[in-house]
């Protein structure tokens, strides 16, 4: 069983739209992180979460993104209007230093 | 300065051959050098992971070199499997921040 579950698997949307991309840790993880990855390239950190607050954001994760954890388990990241540079990979990874990725969301914006 | 740098972009090894993948890295403060493997629509996988205070480490047939004098490390796939045909990612992060500064990719490919 994965440490970490991301739904959806694939999520497809017009553009302007506000998506919400979930991850469920299974283990009690302290730590989480949202990174993305475009299309054949390396991957990029977003956001990184501890104890329930914000600990380091990048560049990348500018006001339309946003991160919560609304009822102590579900890890959610908010996208609230999509652009088409947005369509990408986004994995949550759970444990210190991320060591447990999810298996991915595939966000395409259209 | 967070950047790290891996090569070769893309590697074709014989079955039972060695694989060799180079990192290099700027920030003297990473403290933290883990590799991944990726297979296509899947997540990356921690593979193995090395800190700064040791040479080598080794993991069946996986095994990290680390020369700190000269900011790289590198990762060893001793008798490789057409299974192990997959993309590696190394990466580095540093205290306390914990976030991963990843590598572009190896494109492995192992033919049988």
């Known amino acids: 069983e994965p440490e970490v579950t991301q739904t959806p698997s694939h999520q497809v949307t017009q553009m302007g739209q506000e998506v919400i991309l979930r991850c469920v840790p299974i283990?009690?993880?302290?730590?989480f992180y949202w990174y993305r990855q475009i299309l054949g390239q390396k991957v990029e950190f977003l956001v990184s979460f501890y104890n329930n607050e914000i600990s380091e954001k990048s560049e990348i994760f500018d006001d339309q993104f946003s991160v919560e954890r609304p009822d102590g388990s579900n890890f959610t990241l908010k996208i609230r209007s999509t652009k088409l540079e947005d369509s990408a990979m986004y994995f949550c990874?759970?444990?210190?230093?991320?060591?447990?990725f999810g298996q991915g969301t595939r966000l395409t914006v259209v | 300065q967070q950047q790290v740098k891996q090569s070769p972009q893309s590697l074709i090894v014989q079955k039972g051959g060695i694989s060799i993948i180079n990192c290099a890295y700027e920030n003297t403060a990473f403290d933290y050098f883990p590799w991944y493997q990726q297979f296509p629509g899947k997540g990356p996988a921690l593979l193995i992971a090395?800190?700064?205070?040791?040479s080598e480490k080794k993991e069946g047939r996986f095994t990290i070199s680390f020369n700190k004098s000269a900011k790289q490390f590198s990762l060893h796939i001793m008798d490789s499997q057409p299974g192990d045909s997959a993309t590696y990612f190394c990466a580095a992060s540093r205290p306390p921040l914990s976030r991963l500064t990843f590598g572009e990719g190896t494109q492995l490919t192992v033919n049988p």
């Open positions: 283990s009690n993880h302290l730590y």
């Open positions: 990874a759970g444990g210190h230093h991320g060591a447990f």
């Open positions: 090395i800190r700064p205070d040791v």
